[in-house]
């Protein structure tokens, strides 16, 4: 039986994903993708992994929820503006995506109750992984902290470029 | 951890404080000389720390890192050749950009990304170790910030190289899927007993291939190769094409020969076809290039190709330790020679902000008006070239030497047909070099500071040194396998 959910919610991040790479409407790609990463969530969930899920949902979807305010930031608000947004939530648009992610909460709500169902035999709690994150991956942990400081220290200087200063041109 | 582990994997925590260190005093205090200093204090005492380690070695630090003498010798190699680019961008980079002080904080990053690609004996640390060094060099390709170009090669080498980080971590989960372990003597052990089907391993492995060969641009996978080093600050070319491919080239040869990746005969044959069409293609393209820095670039994808010969040579197990002798060395003779190369057009661009000079013309007559400079480009040529008392001779001579033992005539006939385009195309920049000055209206305004000549005296010496007196190294590298 929870194999069958397993399956179902790899199918929904095939499919989320293919219609977030096919839609000409950044939005509406951007709904799908959201879309795709709960589904790869759901999975990690069924296989075991909750922290992975978790951090799935926190980062991933998380992040590209604050890439969409973004968008909808650039895009000219207006009457325009409103007009469009109305044409949004006119029915198939939001439909196919909305139904997706309340499979998704579905199975979810399904799986909470037994706690022994995970398709890989064994649940990884959030202590085991912290346990091993910072027991025999130390290292591992300290050269990424190094590499989000190349990363910073990169983002910085490229992004100067684009402040102008007081003084200069 | 105990104290030993500690001892043995000194050169990286030593880079590791050095950029904290870097970091902080460009927080407080704003100044080129003591940054560059700085870094490149730390990156010799990271070189220095190399030496103390290697009498505890061989040592296994943790799941991920492998302390012995070969991640030693070429995280000591990677350290000098970080502070050689330092000091060669010295001039170069206050000419180029505003706020330059990042720029060495970023090298000592790459460098420390290039060390723990040298100790990795884990998927993990494999990949981390990739990451440092390709997310530092995408933000010093772009560094100067007064021209769009850097900034164009930045983005190509961005995006083509995060395709590639997505196959490799593909090949990564695939191999985990089959064997339930990341770590490369362990995949060697589960490989030959996996349940999964070996098609699917294959797969795993050829991915993980494709991916790092995109790294070391090799052919089909070098399209992005000309223009990011065109594009990039001639410095960081030279770093690229020497530090960045040695470590990628390093930690390849190490998963194949730990996780005994030559089990699959069909992807070590591929290796095999990829090191004859980069070899040839990347000489042919060569030949039609006027700008030296594409001409390099493209150099570069054929020497690489001559380095992973070495894959095929292994397949005889009775090669194989000449094989990895000979691309050890090899390894270092390139690494030695590319910096020296991308060193001279750092020296004479160091005062031209709007575009490079890399053009053939723009270094005609350099023998009559930079003695030196010319002197520096010849032996890097030369020893590019594969001409006798230079390093490149001996690389290549031990390559061909692997190649007869292990009988792979096919690669043999493609090393000598590439040598032999690349002598054309390598003698042409030296012909241009004598001709007369007064035959050509762009003469380059060239100084180069004392440091610039320093480092070029000593660039030279240790090309000309490991191609007259290579025993020391080759009976030392013959010790360590």
């Given at each position: 039986m929870i194999v069958v959910l397993f399956y179902i919610a790899a199918v929904i991040a095939l499919a989320a994903t293919v219609a977030a790479l096919t839609r000409t409407n950044a939005t509406h790609a951007l709904i799908y993708l959201i879309v795709s990463l709960l589904a790869v969530a759901v999975m990690f969930f069924l296989m075991g992994a909750p922290f992975a899920a978790a951090l799935e949902v926190v980062i991933y979807a998380g992040a590209i929820m604050v890439l969409f305010v973004f968008v909808i930031m650039m895009l000219n608000l207006g009457a325009a503006g409103e007009a469009r947004e109305r044409q949004w939530l006119a029915g198939r648009s939001w439909f196919v995506p909305g139904s997706m992610a309340a499979l998704l909460l579905l199975e979810m709500l399904l799986v909470l109750g037994d706690a022994h169902g995970v398709t890989s035999g064994t649940a990884v709690s959030p202590k085991v992984v912290g346990m091993t994150l910072f027991g025999p991956y130390l290292l591992a942990v300290e050269i990424a902290s190094m590499l989000l400081l190349s990363g910073l220290v990169g983002a910085y200087h490229l992004g100067r470029r684009f402040i102008v200063r007081r003084g200069d041109h | 951890m105990s104290a030993s582990d500690f001892l043995a994997i000194a050169p990286l925590l030593v880079l590791a404080a050095g950029a904290t260190a870097v970091m902080l005093q460009i927080a407080f205090m704003r100044s080129v000389p003591v940054t560059a200093i700085l870094s490149m204090v730390a990156l010799l005492l990271a070189a220095l720390s190399c030496v103390s380690a290697a009498a505890i070695t061989p040592l296994q630090v943790g799941a991920l890192l492998s302390a012995d003498q070969f991640s030693l010798l070429f995280t000591a190699l990677f350290c000098v050749a970080g502070a050689v680019t330092c000091g060669l961008s010295l001039d170069y980079i206050r000419h180029h950009g505003d706020e330059p002080e990042e720029y060495f904080l970023l090298i000592v990053l790459a460098t420390l990304g290039a060390g723990v690609l040298a100790y990795a004996n884990h998927l993990a640390s494999l990949l981390l170790g990739l990451e440092l060094l390709s997310v530092s060099l995408y933000a010093l390709i772009a560094y100067p910030n007064r021209s769009l170009l850097p900034l164009e090669a930045a983005s190509k080498y961005l995006v083509l190289s995060g395709a590639a980080s997505a196959t490799l971590l593909f090949g990564f989960a695939l191999l985990y899927a089959g064997t339930g372990t990341l770590a490369f003597a362990e995949l060697g052990e589960k490989l030959g007993q996996a349940e999964m089907g070996t098609g699917l391993l294959m797969a795993g492995s050829a991915m993980i291939f494709a991916g790092l060969a995109f790294k070391l641009s090799l052919v089909p996978f070098h399209l992005w190769t000309p223009d990011v080093y065109d594009g990039a600050p001639a410095p960081i070319s030279g770093f690229l094409a020497s530090v960045g491919k040695a470590a990628v080239f390093v930690a390849l040869l190490r998963l194949f020969?730990?996780?005994?990746?030559?089990?699959?005969?069909?992807?070590?044959?591929?290796?095999?076809?990829?090191?004859?069409?980069?070899?040839?293609?990347?000489?042919?393209?060569?030949?039609?290039?006027?700008?030296?820095?594409?001409?390099?670039?493209?150099?570069?994808?054929?020497?690489?190709?001559?380095?992973?010969?070495?894959?095929?040579?292994?397949?005889?197990?009775?090669?194989?330790?000449?094989?990895?002798?000979?691309?050890?060395?090899?390894?270092?003779?390139?690494?030695?020679?590319?910096?020296?190369?991308?060193?001279?057009?750092?020296?004479?661009?160091?005062?031209?902000?709007?575009?490079?000079?890399?053009?053939?013309?723009?270094?005609?007559?350099?023998?009559?008006?930079?003695?030196?400079?010319?002197?520096?480009?010849?032996?890097?040529?030369?020893?590019?070239?594969?001409?006798?008392?230079?390093?490149?001779?001996?690389?290549?001579?031990?390559?061909?030497?692997?190649?007869?033992?292990?009988?792979?005539?096919?690669?043999?006939?493609?090393?000598?047909?590439?040598?032999?385009?690349?002598?054309?195309?390598?003698?042409?920049?030296?012909?241009?070099?004598?001709?007369?000055?007064?035959?050509?209206?762009?003469?380059?305004?060239?100084?180069?500071g004392w440091s610039g000549s320093a480092l070029s005296c000593l660039l030279i010496a240790s090309i000309l040194v490991l191609g007259i007196v290579p025993q020391t190294l080759m009976a030392y590298l013959r010790s360590i396998l």
């Open positions: - | 020969l730990e996780a005994d990746l030559f089990r699959y005969y069909k992807l070590v044959q591929l290796t095999g076809l990829t090191a004859i069409l980069s070899m040839l293609a990347g000489n042919l393209l060569a030949l039609l290039q006027t700008n030296i820095k594409r001409m390099l670039a493209y150099s570069s994808i054929a020497h690489l190709g001559y380095l992973l010969m070495v894959f095929m040579i292994c397949l005889d197990t009775g090669s194989r330790a000449l094989a990895v002798e000979a691309a050890m060395f090899y390894l270092i003779a390139y690494t030695a020679t590319t910096i020296a190369a991308f060193g001279l057009l750092t020296l004479i661009n160091e005062s031209q902000v709007e575009r490079e000079q890399v053009q053939l013309q723009q270094v005609s007559g350099l023998f009559w008006r930079q003695p030196l400079l010319a002197g520096l480009m010849l032996v890097a040529l030369l020893s590019l070239a594969g001409i006798p008392l230079t390093a490149g001779f001996i690389g290549k001579f031990y390559l061909f030497t692997a190649a007869v033992s292990g009988g792979n005539w096919v690669l043999l006939a493609a090393l000598i047909l590439g040598s032999a385009i690349g002598i054309y195309y390598y003698l042409r920049v030296v012909f241009y070099m004598t001709r007369g000055a007064d035959e050509h209206k762009h003469t380059v305004t060239l100084s180069p």
